[in-house]
């Protein structure tokens, strides 16, 4: 076995796995719409002190709801928009202007939805007597809050009815300026006769679609709830096992965040101190919510209470999701090759402040890993070069002895040892390099930096296909030059099979992202240029360089 038929292998086998996942996640059963928008259906969690808090009604809630058509106010600084409800302060729309949809480059991509592609809003409420959720109707301080030169915070103020016990509650919402982090934060005025001790939920209630996916043969991303505490780490919930009822996740801690991931974006809640438990219910067929609950320090009468939760709601850019809480740079999910994944991320990231270029960053990576493993291809190319060489002689050995497999084996060992060729020499580094292919492949598969980004020409974002079909085009060429120099299978059916995998490799890069498909075309043709010396050194007699 040489090593263009063991990558033929494992990439064959990597495409049957994808498609295999995606075939399961089409063929799923569905689910029914949901029955009803997400700022007027989604449970609220209770403090529990046995497992996860499940989706009840609030204590002490009225039972006349809140009206649906609630007034809503408009949040506007120089990387978002923001559209937020009097009923419950839910941000129920988020745009973010610094990057555009995927259908319509004109514009602004839409994070929170409510209901033009998905219902997705970020809540929050108190727990207690009367206290108000995110069904309660509360009063806007004003129609729209714009943030203005000079300033680099603005805060939208809305206050809820005072309760019975004369308890009067304001909700800020407070967006920064070249930021997606924001607070949300509760003053709670205690005008009743005793002490109070609340609790507040801060959690993201979603449909089950998933988001928007990458190009690819089958390939699906993660969306769902994700947890992280110091002791268990990052953990992903599916929406299937929150349906199922069986989740696993650390539902108490001194520490971590809450978060809901997608594709290219994500958004969490993350307590800065104290206890906290967290949860994921199915609210209704096809919604599902997932948070953390934080308790109120005590309130005694006559005094006022705050209490202030970070938001996180935007791009899975790295340098930003480091510094809003510890862990969440791991919603950027490589899987089990993150170890090599981080690093080559890393680089690439280096090349393109470099560069300022995200094409030539993956163009100048390429090259750094082929000089990285350059001896190991050096060894295998010169295995193949000389089984090459030795190619009429085994077509011979062939026709020599016909049909009897025995002797023909025992006489091709004999020459293999003769002329000292290792007819696996090819295999052992490429084995070697497949983890590190495979990691830069999920890198440049999932970083949001890839999104929009151009490289030049016809290449105006890295992270879709290639709109005109010109460097899967390329790569399928590179990829024929490749099968050409590679010594021919004695087996004329296997030497037309392998002429046909550059078709095969064609077709499937043609929906592969062109940032990816640009990766396949540098490296072949730099293992086109390495080999074809190699082979020209080896017919000739020299010796290649190792």
């Not at 890393?346 to 402040?353: A, C, I, M, P, Y």
């Not at 010109?470 to 087996?491: E, Y």
Request: charge should be neutral; glycine fraction near 8%.
């Amino acid at each position: 076995m040489d090593n263009r038929r063991l990558i033929l292998l494992l990439v064959f086998s990597f495409s049957l796995v994808m498609l295999w996942d995606g075939w399961q996640k089409h063929n799923q059963p569905k689910v029914a719409p949901a029955v009803a928008a997400a700022g007027g259906t989604a449970g609220v969690p209770t403090p529990t002190t046995t497992g996860a808090p499940g989706a009840v009604a609030v204590p002490g809630q009225p039972a006349t709801p809140a009206p649906v058509a609630a007034p809503k106010a408009i949040i506007r600084t120089d990387v978002l928009v923001a559209e937020v409800s009097a009923q419950g302060g839910d941000i129920v729309r988020l745009e973010l202007t610094k990057h555009h949809s995927s259908e319509d480059r004109s514009r602004n991509y839409v994070l929170f939805d409510n209901g033009e592609k998905h219902n997705y809003a970020a809540q929050t409420g108190l727990i207690g007597n009367g206290l108000p959720n995110h069904k309660t109707l509360f009063t806007l301080g004003a129609a729209e809050a714009t943030l203005k030169d000079g300033e680099n915070a603005v805060t939208l103020r809305l206050d809820a009815p005072p309760t019975a016990d004369g308890i009067k509650v304001a909700k800020l919402i407070t967006f920064n300026r070249g930021s997606y982090q924001a607070e949300v934060s509760y003053e709670i005025t205690n005008g009743s006769g005793a002490q109070i001790a609340p609790h507040a939920y801060f959690q993201f209630t979603r449909d089950g679609k998933p988001a928007e996916q990458p190009g690819g043969f089958g390939v699906q991303t993660f969306t769902g709830p994700a947890f992280y505490t110091e002791a268990e780490k990052y953990q992903k919930v599916t929406f299937e096992d929150i349906a199922a009822k069986k989740t696993k996740f650390v539902t108490k801690s001194a520490d971590g965040w809450a978060a809901m991931v997608q594709h290219y974006f994500v958004a969490g809640w993350a307590p800065t101190s104290g206890e906290r438990e967290f949860f994921a219910n199915q609210v209704s067929s096809d919604l599902y919510s997932a948070g953390v609950i934080v308790p109120v320090a005590a309130i005694a009468p006559g005094q006022v209470g705050k209490l202030a939760v970070p938001l996180y709601a935007g791009p899975q850019e790295q340098s930003r999701l480091e510094t809003f809480a510890k862990g969440f740079d791991l919603v950027v999910d490589y899987g089990w090759l993150t170890i090599i994944a981080a690093p080559l991320f890393w680089v690439l990231e280096w090349f393109h402040k470099l560069t300022g270029n995200w094409g030539w960053a993956i163009i100048l990576v390429t090259i750094a890993l082929k000089a990285l493993f350059f001896p190991l291809s050096a060894a295998s190319y010169k295995s193949m070069a000389k089984m090459k060489t030795l190619g009429p002689r085994l077509q011979r050995m062939k026709e020599q002895y016909g049909d009897d497999k025995m002797k023909m084996q025992q006489a091709m060992m004999d020459l293999y040892k003769r002329e000292k060729v290792n007819p696996l020499g090819g295999c052992l580094p490429i084995l070697i390099q497949i983890p590190v292919f495979i990691a830069l492949y999920w890198v440049l598969l999932g970083v949001v930096e890839m999104r929009g980004a151009p490289w030049l020409g016809w290449i105006q974002d890295l992270s879709v296909k290639d709109p005109y079909y010109i460097l899967p085009l390329i790569m399928g060429a590179t990829s024929f030059i490749q099968t050409k120099l590679n010594p021919a299978p004695p087996d004329p059916i296997q030497a037309k099979v392998m002429m046909m995998m550059p078709i095969l490799f064609t077709f499937m890069f043609l929906w592969f992202p062109a940032g990816l498909v640009l990766y396949w075309v540098v490296n072949n043709t730099l293992s086109i240029a390495q080999q074809w010396q190699i082979n020209r050194m080896i017919e000739a007699g020299g010796k290649p360089a190792e």
